[in-house]
């Protein structure tokens, strides 16, 4: 059924883009945590469709309610359930595509799985869904209290950050619509970003991310490695089509003897080719990782494509859509890294006899 | 704790590399199924240690011995115990390696998150494991039946297969150790493999994969995407440091106009840019991933590094190891590929009303 | 961590009795099943407080609101996510049970396990988080539509209704407040639930319960038997002490040659002893079984009690509790019997090779 | 499947009776456990068969032998693996079953649910599979250490030990083959055993179970109550018709006012009614239980029943059976029950914040 991720610190969604309501049920998080609900709003914002001029136009408040699991401002143990309803709708913007499949879009692929779907602004396959990974992300953090999580775009097309993760000035990524904590590269990806917006076209990029202060021990060994995890979790966000960590697919290039990372005598390591992750387990250096975002499918043009029956149609596009994709991905980035994180924090407390 | 891979298709795995044996169970194999138990062990054997001369020259006969689940040659529906014998362990090979970590091997890890380690080769992080994976995942290739798997080296070091898959006679790739495909690259792979052998030092590769004959509708929406499981699935074999599919990094550069993949009036698409799957759902069309390794850390030279007390010390890397991983990665990649497609196989005979 | 229910088709609910609301999100439900959501809410309504004299006078509508995973009036494969917001809270009525643990209520361990507690109505361990359950099973009896399920009230403290159930006519047992279907023992039960009423005590019963027309090969052999599972079903509702099904706990003092039950012909069996289960598999006879439900610990009457510091207190029982739980557990009964059988009905697909 | 048991410390099991060997894999047991070995098999000889007059005179070894998981004599946090033999199998006492279905056995819903079956022995649905949870339970035990479990037979047929647990002196429950820890009603349980032997025919009978020195606080709200999870795996035995704890089904007729455990200043009860479990969570006090077995249904003696084509065999019962299965069922039943109390004990672990 896929709609949870998580096995101790747990997640589970529901919600089509426009039906009533999106929401999700957050278990395991630990109870006595006091939680500053103002900040998980803060990083809905950050998601949400209309806040700047570079991202789809559509007005959604995306206000959380949350409904259960806290009492007198802290986490009772119990499941955390929360509720964003959903307020512009506009199904009417979706009637040209009722019976016709969109191109590299899950329409099709619906269609024949379950033998009809929601057609209404992608139902369940709507990015939509994200907003959920948002508010349990930002409660993963409160949680997680020392673990940094900083994601940036780090590449929009052509448009590329090449510094390395530790010059770059975190507190700037907020400075600029692109999140792109470099202003040069910033106003290069913005002028991209609008030029393909103003063709009616769409175009991709890549959202770094860096976790620095995680302790020794977290991740499991085999199948549940603590990369393997990070990376489905960066998979199953829409639009994305890789993910590399560490030296990534660079470090296919280098030789052992280059690529190993030698101790220092208080366990950390000299070089960080590792990501901070050896066999699967925090090693305790920083763990960094790259994101690569396709080309958003919904474009302002006309185009060719075939209905139900298999007949050729043209479809004119339309709606409010984000032309780039990276910039409101940010906050879902850091919110699956955290709750990956989250999740290994607590599995890691049954290592050892105590 | 991590040792499970699939939900319904579901492989457990037990074992360390130096202890009495490794095995595994796998669990949801529908019954009836005709096995041919040679066919598994040519999957094992392709994997196996000593195989050319530009692997291991460890000797390790990996026999694999079924113990239940299968009676009269067919498949029972109940678990498929099986185990594999640890018969060349030489644990005083690792002698020198006991009180001290070998840089970017997962020995400090393990000691800090456990306490303490079995610290014969490598432990439950020895890439040895990966023989229950490919015991499971050739039942599986077996269940899915129609499904293709190609995996095959496309890159060793600077050396790179640049020939798009569809022009590449599969044939090939088991004609020569690297499994490469294309003789001359092979060639080329193998020289480079040799010289850093021969300088006990390690290269790093890239496996590809192409999955034919997928039926629509496998996956799941939202977490459990059928790239997301892939990647998972990926980079939970040791070494592995990337995953990318379909347009995959590269898409990045590409319009949205570019990259939609037209459709047919039979439902399938002109270009492939989705690699087979659209919002996590197969679409009919070939699936095609690569798989980044890293280098092997343990090298035939004397490195520094610190024992358990922070001390530095110098040690001589020996044994028999792998200069590059990637030829004997190839199996493993398509036995994590079918366990994958077997466990959405099983997962999508409940997405409809009967 | 405990709140969900099923592995295929799977309930997880949030809520605590006087929070915001309680909710669920049903996963596994195949897609294109026509909901009727009357009945649903008529399922709830049998559930509800405050439907007759014999139960707790507390006024809570109880109206599910769905909110994702159905259009146009069916099901499409994706999450069914419900909630019921809390309306008659009253939080003032537990003031004074907010520094003082209940005798045989959860107020003690929730404290030591999670350090604190909702101590509004019982919170997360109230019995109105079971509303969510009778909207998932009423569901999933819409899905297994042939298969019926039919609880009833076969004991109220000494008042027991001794028929077997073959010569129950279940039509009555809707007839009564007491949900029993022969009108006599109902009477005799009404009036004993009403003099334990009078003296601010509770009394406790037994809800019996029949499954028909169950197909042959539900349930998993080993851990996951179907008795299993409805056992652990029942257990899981609050007050349940006890459960046995087919020849139970009598069953023990017969003698194999006795208690065997001889095949006809056509697979079906002479006498039923086993309960319509072999080996944890449904046979395709009767399924049968007993809950026993201890009586409500909320009394209306003074009682003695400890403080959180251990301190003697006396405190005044007072609110509007039910007097005997078993009328208002029948529907509860059968919803969690129904979501046993959904859940195996969708997992034996996976049975054999299609 | 139904193959694995618990959440955290967690048992999948292989293996039919007939087959190769059947084993195990036990997850999640904390690094550091410095295991007896021997106190293992000690467990395991006490569910062997042949042990004494009144149980089935086979001849198996059932020697353990583990794999993985332990090194230098404690547990390594890694997957412990575990094989028993399967020396006596004597297919051939099995041929006159293979093509007819023995009353009250799952030969006949085997057949329905995988299309065949390992006609042998009962392949997966022989009770010799308990012997892989009496190991995993017996190192449950271990890592329990301070918890107690006492299991014993309280009931054969009509004979009955009427005594309260806490007027038990369980250091005599070995000392006869009945497990009884009452010498008198033990010796009227042997004979009855012998005597229902004699016929060919087989009787049912009780073991009760108590859990001491439990610490506050295990078991989770919801569905996954400690209790609920105790009668899991209970009615998961084979031959299991009925589970009750603390007041159980006599508890049906008692007024709140009786039932309630009146707390004393320290956090225990005075009387406990409640079987040390409050809304699913342990209370500290003792936990108690009852499991009704069914009397045996192999029988040694000619039957009537049907073959695959629905036509009239009569079959002569041979083999070498148990007259009566509470004694070797006594061990099964405390290794379940630590299997339960070992999970939660994990899982109580993230309660709370640090």
């Known amino acids: 059924m896929g709609n949870t991720f998580g096995k101790t610190f747990k997640l589970t969604t529901y919600g089509e883009s426009h039906g009533t309501a999106i929401g999700g049920i957050l278990e395991g998080c630990p109870a006595g945590l006091t939680l500053a609900l103002e900040a998980v709003q803060g990083e809905l914002d950050k998601r949400r469709p209309g806040q700047s001029a570079i991202v789809t136009q559509r007005k959604e408040a995306d206000k959380v309610v949350f409904q259960s699991g806290i009492f007198e401002g802290k986490t009772t143990g119990t499941p955390i359930g929360f509720v964003i309803e959903n307020t512009n709708q506009k199904s009417r913007d979706y009637g040209h595509i009722?019976?016709?499949?969109?191109?590299?879009?899950?329409?099709?692929?619906?269609?024949?799985?379950?033998?009809?779907?929601?057609?209404r602004g992608g139902g369940r396959s709507s990015a939509r869904e994200t907003a959920c990974r948002v508010v349990a992300g930002a409660i993963a953090r409160q949680f997680l209290k020392d673990i940094t999580f900083d994601a940036y775009v780090s590449q929009v097309g052509s448009a590329i950050l090449n510094r390395p993760h530790q010059e770059i000035d975190f507190s700037l990524t907020e400075s600029n619509p692109v999140r792109c904590p470099d202003p040069d590269t910033a106003a290069e990806m913005e002028s991209l970003i609008r030029e393909v917006r103003k063709e009616g076209d769409t175009i991709g990029g890549v959202v770094s991310c860096l976790i620095r202060n995680v302790p020794v021990g977290l991740g499991e060994p085999v199948f549940d490695k603590l990369h393997a995890e990070l990376g489905k979790a960066m998979l199953s966000i829409n639009a994305v089509k890789g993910f590399e960590y560490g030296s990534g697919f660079a470090g296919v290039q280098m030789k052992g003897s280059e690529h190993n990372d030698r101790f220092k005598s208080d366990g950390t390591t000299e070089t960080n080719y590792s990501g901070g992750i050896q066999g699967?387990?925090?090693?305790?250096?920083?763990?960094?990782?790259?994101?690569?975002?396709?080309?958003?499918?919904?474009?302002?043009?006309?185009?060719?494509?075939?209905?139900?029956?298999?007949?050729?149609?043209?479809?004119?596009?339309?709606?409010?859509?984000?032309?780039c994709v990276v910039p409101r991905a940010v906050p879902i980035v850091e919110a699956m890294a955290a709750l990956v994180l989250a999740d290994f924090s607590l599995r890691a407390r049954t290592n050892k006899l105590r």
Chains 1, 2, 3, 4 share one sequence.
Do not use: W
């Open 98 to 119: 009722k019976d016709s499949y969109r191109p590299s879009h899950a329409d099709y692929v619906y269609d024949q799985k379950y033998g009809f779907r929601d057609y």
């Open 280 to 323: 699967g387990i925090s090693n305790g250096m920083d763990i960094y990782f790259k994101v690569a975002f396709k080309p958003v499918a919904t474009l302002i043009q006309a185009y060719e494509t075939i209905d139900k029956d298999g007949n050729s149609v043209e479809v004119q596009g339309k709606g409010r859509h984000d032309p």
